[in-house]
């Protein structure tokens, strides 16, 4: 049995015009950083086996000061990018539709079957992350690990592992908040939702 504890990194520069940000290394904002902040005082009162980040900067910094508050090293990766948004990296939903407005309506109709034009099948990334998992749960039997990575490749992977189809990840799970604390626990193959969307507080 290994529980996992995934967590959204923080809030990015480009939250405030809802751009998707899928491989783009996009920096956090300040309040980003805060969160990342307020995430490593709450690590500090947990027990912890392993922090793991995507390699991007905005989950690296955020995993950071948990890393810190336990005295462990942050190890990154790759498996745990998020999803590669294609064509729709860095646009708004909008400016979307003016560019490709069939391929985006399928999309909405079904991300999975019609992801955006030029990127990365859903279903391959919810296999590279739970890959990862999966490795790390063999690695720390009865550990806690932290995770700190993005949206839509959490969402994918708690569908994969909860037996949700996966072209429902954003119906299912239709926001996941930056900092916030998804828990999951992996045993003998099977998956248990323990908590989703928690805040991180000091107190829990």
Sequence with gaps: MTDFVLVRHGETVWHAENRYAGRTDVPLTEHGHKQAAELGVWAAGQRLDAVLSSPLSRARLTAEPAAAALGLTPRVDERLYEVDFGRGEGLT???????????????LADPVAHHLPGGED??????????????IAHEVPEGRVLVVAHSTLVRLVLCRLLGIPLARYRQ?????????LTELRLRDGRASLLRLNAPATATD
């Excluded at 939903?93 to 999309?107: D, I, K, Q």
């Design 122 to 135: 859903p279903a391959a990334a919810a296999g590279r992350a739970i890959a990862c998992l999966t490795d």
């Design 172 to 180: 299912v799970f239709p926001r996941l908040e930056n900092g916030a």
């Design 93 to 107: 939903r909008t400016e979307m539709r003016e560019r490709f407005p069939v391929e985006l309506a399928a999309f």
